[in-house]
Structure formats: C-alpha cells, structure tokens
C-alpha cells in the first residue's frame, strides 16, 4: 500500500484557478457527495467552456481555506488555470495556489477511485502539510473517462 503512495517532491509557482466551489467536510461521505455533486454541475452546465482567460483544458479541483485539517471544513474549487483572476466573472470563485513546496502524487489503479484512495492514504499518513492549497489536476485529452490522468499536489512544509 505504501508503494502507492510514492511521491515527488516540486516547487509550484504561484497561480489561481476560477470555477465552482462548495465548502465541505471529510466526514461521514460529505465531500464525496458535494464534490461528486460539483463535478455535475461542472460537466452538465460546461463550467470550463464558460471561464474566461484559461491557460489549458486541465481541470483543477483545488482544496483550500482549511479552517483547521483533513477533518475540519474547506472549500473544494473545481475549475481551470486563468492568467488574470481580475479578468474572471464575479459567477466563479477563483483559489489562489501559493508557490512553494509540493508533494505530487501520481494515483495508481482505476479512475476515478484511484484518486479518492490516494486522498484517504494521504489522511492516514503522517504529513506535515501546509493547509493552504492542495490540489488535483486532470490533464485535458483522455481518451476516455477511465484513462483520465491526474496528479495529486499536496502543500508541504
């Protein structure tokens, strides 16, 4: 189980992601349900097509205004990399991902389970986070659904 959770350790540059956000807590399957429930809204209503000044087609889900740890509330923004928040519509909400130091996570085994195991390693894991920015990153072009590509980023001390 540990050879799953292999990382690499980067330095981000700082940038910012506009999309939809909901606040939500790691218990009793509540941040399943409400991300679950944002990435519906997101592909039903294309949330990528409509945010203005996108950098890529990745998709990024970004966990961040932690009001204490993995048990405590966030907010979960699932949205695309802008190069100017100034330029976003006041319908989005747009995350600021600080530079610095992070731990990338490549999720092995099945989309999308794959990335909700690496999550629940990461929690059991003794980490000294940050719990400022963390996020997931979909690289746009698969092929299908289930050969999705998706890096973890998890902001390290």
Known sequence: MSE??????????????AGIA??????????????GDLWTKFITENIAHQIEGKLSDDVYCVYTDYESDHT???????GCCVDDPGNVHS??????I???????????????????????????????????ADYDCYKAGAKSFEETEVEVYLAVI
Do not use: C, M
């Not at 405590?72 to 699932?78: K, R, S």
């Open 4 to 17: 799953n959770l292999s990382f690499e350790r980067v330095n981000v540059p700082g940038f910012f992601v």
């Open 72 to 78: 405590g509330w966030y907010i979960a923004v699932l």
């Open 22 to 35: 909901v606040k939500t807590i790691n218990q009793n399957g509540q941040s399943q349900k409400d991300i």
């Open 98 to 132: 600080p530079a610095g130091g992070y731990h990338v996570y490549k999720p092995q085994g099945k989309f999308p389970d794959n990335v909700a195991n690496t999550w629940r390693q990461i929690w059991q894991t003794p980490i000294e986070r940050k719990y400022n």
């Open 91 to 96: 319908n989005f909400f747009t995350a600021f």
